[in-house]
């Protein structure tokens, strides 16, 4: 799975990704690591050649520390403890922990947009087939939303 997340990083965002994780049964870990774009003050710089501080050699040497991170240290190990442990020689520099919490976005109102996108008629013709029902589903929480033709005439009248 990190394999297939890094090329997608690669292939789409375009970015230089290591991800690695791990899990033992009863909890899983992980750490994934980018190489940022330059700043435009270090682009600049890099341009002017000027002395910028840009390590070339930084993403190499990450990445050769990065894979050396174990399985039973991703799912054991504090991530301040991993970052020492790998990168210590380098300047380190980390957000604040945020704690994890759900935050779907889903809404009836973004179904309704998504439905103007799909068309009025054919929105109708599927409410035909389906017995009276247009229904959505969130992929993420789950939360249904229903729509029947008065919805469907309400939302393209507005």
Known sequence: ?????????????????????????????GMLVQMLPRTAEETYEVEQNQDAGIDDDLWTRLSVLTRTVKAEELTTLDANEILYRLYHEENVVAPDPVALSFGCTCSREKCEMAIEQIGEAEVLDIIDEQGGNFEMDCGFCGEMYKFNK?????IFSE
């Open 150 to 154: 008065d919805d469907v005439t309400t």
């Open 1 to 29: 799975m990190a394999d297939c997340l890094a090329h997608y990083q690669k292939q789409s965002a375009q970015i230089p990704t290591l991800i690695n994780l791990a899990s033992d049964g009863l909890q899983a870990g």
